[in-house]
């Protein structure tokens, strides 16, 4: 059974960062893409960042220039370092995994992000 571990969220102030970081087991094979995803209170699920196993990455503009994601494909993980924080983060950050060709995916739990002073 694949399981998604995410961990690293937390409460931070405003310029602040976060690294968060989210671990696969169950045995999945050829990974295809892995990211991040974030839901605000009221607000629909929205990409924020992801890398493919080639190293393709994308991300949400309003993240550019202050987030960086990465994976390590040895080790199934994906990382999301996050700088210079700002209020409009505060969500729940949820990792995802895309393997079979992209015909398979997975959710982690989330993990809450908070910026506040």
């Known amino acids: 059974q694949v399981q998604l571990v995410e961990s690293g969220g937390g409460l931070v102030q405003p310029g602040g960062s976060l690294r968060l970081s989210c671990a696969t087991s169950g045995g999945i094979f050829s990974i295809n893409r892995m990211g991040w995803y974030r839901q605000a209170p009221g607000k629909q699920r929205e990409l924020v960042a992801d890398v493919t196993s080639g190293g393709t990455t994308r991300y949400a503009d309003s993240v550019k220039g202050r987030f960086t994601v990465s994976g390590d494909n040895a080790k199934n993980t994906v990382y999301l370092q996050m700088n210079s924080l700002k209020p409009e983060d505060t969500a729940v950050y949820y990792c995802?995994?895309?393997?079979?060709?992209?015909?398979?995916?997975?959710w982690g739990q989330g993990t809450q992000v908070t910026v506040s002073s």
């Open positions: 995802k995994v895309e393997w079979g060709g992209y015909q398979w995916s997975s």
